[in-house]
């Protein structure tokens, strides 16, 4: 009897765990086949952050998350490497999509916003993400924003400010009211010229979807 007790409670313990684990992930994950969103993106506008030529042929629009670990690993292995390329192919678009579950997304969204009302919205935006580790855990990481407003050369005094203002709130819940209203369901999510697509796992694969796209507008 003992024995079939313990067999029971290893083998419900275990398939708890699973369940954990695989909820966990799926908080993160990237875009899989069947979670496309059922619209388009919203145009893009002034108010967007844009890398790149007006008159690109590929519009690259990605809603992330400061604070998601897959959003990071994206940053590192698909959009700097399109950032640093000498390319007049893409254009990116970054907008705001700060996930409930994390705590320091807002925070990293506003700092952002905050230095880009004094230009350096992607010298912040490069900041947070390459020194992730450093504030994704803290209670409240305003004085680490502070120090990167710093290094950038920014006025801090106003960036303090600007932190607090309600436009700059506004302004982040716009970008995610837009991805609802789009149908995102998970960060980060790209979107290739208006149409979504299954996030690819090595950077050659997104490159190639990105030259599809160019070959495409071309004819």
């Not at 994206?74 to 990116?92: A, G, N």
Request: glycine share 6%.
């Amino acid at each position: 009897m003992n024995i079939k007790r313990t067999v029971f409670w290893i083998t419900f313990l275990g398939i708890l765990a699973l369940i954990i684990w695989g909820l966990a992930v799926a908080m993160n994950r990237p875009l899989n086949v069947g979670d496309s969103p059922a619209g388009s993106p919203a145009p893009v506008s002034d108010t967007d952050h844009v890398q790149g030529p007006v008159n690109a042929p590929v519009t690259l629009i990605e809603y992330s998350d400061f604070q998601c670990p897959a959003c990071e690993n994206y940053y590192y292995f698909v959009v700097k490497l399109l950032q640093d390329e000498p390319s007049t192919t893409v254009r990116f678009v970054y907008r705001h999509y700060p996930l409930p579950q994390h705590a320091n997304a807002i925070p990293a969204a506003k700092a952002s916003e905050a230095a880009g009302l004094q230009g350096k919205f992607w010298g912040m935006f490069d900041l947070i993400f390459k020194n992730h580790a450093d504030w994704t855990e803290l209670a409240d990481p305003t004085s680490v924003f502070v120090g990167y407003a710093t290094t950038l050369g920014l006025d801090v005094v106003k960036f303090k400010t600007d932190l607090k203002s309600k436009d700059l709130v506004a302004r982040i819940a716009a970008y995610s009211d837009s991805g609802q209203t789009t149908g995102i369901n998970a960060t980060p999510t790209f979107f290739i010229n208006g149409k979504p697509i299954t996030n690819p796992q090595a950077y050659a694969d997104f490159k190639k979807l990105i030259d599809q796209a160019a070959s495409a507008s071309s004819y």
